[in-house]
């Protein structure tokens, strides 16, 4: 089984800190994703990566900015967190199409 | 770019009733179709999915979904949903490996 794991289950910061998230996956997929989640809007990406060193702005890449160093290894990084940027962060890596998610990370920014 | 649209946010049934979710995307190509659902406390995971052949798919815990090409739509039903089927349910398209659009979802609560 394919294993996408998030370092933090919830994570409380204060307005104005750099946040760093971490997302592993050791199935050796090419590509990883980081997704927020929030009611009523569903999910809505923020970067993704293709490869190592490689990144690609997503949808809503305001306020973010990611990492990928290692194939197994994307973080995702809040340079100067605003209470705007609360929500539940999902991690996902694929090979194709089909998309295998992390547990996720509420981060909650006070 | 593609979206997709999914028509209920919050359906409520009672257990032995049946289901359908309807969901909607805007792309003139070819796509990939999903349906992710997320249970209670639970991550993300994949229900069913539709690449190609057969429009009518069938998933775990007996959901199937129909893709209809000339209503750009991708219904998600089941005969008789029970009380362990209360979660988010996600539709998704993907048009090119890994990135994926997501509806906003729809909360499903079945009682008992």
């Known amino acids: 089984d394919v294993k996408v794991t998030q370092s933090s289950r919830y994570l409380v910061k204060r307005t104005g800190e750099k946040v760093f998230l971490e997302c592993v996956q050791d199935m050796d997929h090419e590509n990883m994703f980081w997704y927020r989640q929030d009611p009523g809007l569903g999910l809505r990406l923020i970067y993704f990566s293709y490869d190592v060193k490689m990144k690609e702005k997503g949808d809503i890449p305001e306020g973010y900015s990611v990492s990928r160093e290692k194939k197994e290894r994307f973080s995702l990084i809040l340079e100067s967190a605003s209470t705007n940027q609360t929500s539940m962060y999902l991690c996902?890596?694929?090979?194709?199409?089909?998309?295998?998610f992390g547990s996720g990370t509420q981060l909650s920014v006070l | 770019a593609q979206s997709v649209s999914q028509h209920n946010h919050h359906v409520i049934l009672s257990e032995a009733a049946s289901l359908e979710l309807g969901c909607n995307y805007s792309?003139?190509?070819?796509?990939?179709l999903f349906w992710y659902v997320q249970y209670p406390g639970q991550h993300l995971q994949l229900l069913l999915k539709?690449?190609?052949?057969?429009?009518l798919v069938k998933g775990i815990k007996g959901f199937e979904a129909e893709f209809i090409k000339s209503k750009f739509s991708f219904n998600l039903r089941k005969p008789s949903v029970q009380w362990s089927d209360t979660a988010e349910y996600f539709c998704a398209v993907n048009t090119n490996a890994g990135k994926s659009t997501f509806g906003d979802g729809t909360t499903l609560t079945v009682k008992p």
């Open positions: 539709y690449f190609s052949g057969d429009p």
């Open positions: 996902a890596s694929s090979s194709g199409p089909k998309l295998f």
């Open positions: 792309y003139g190509g070819t796509v990939n």
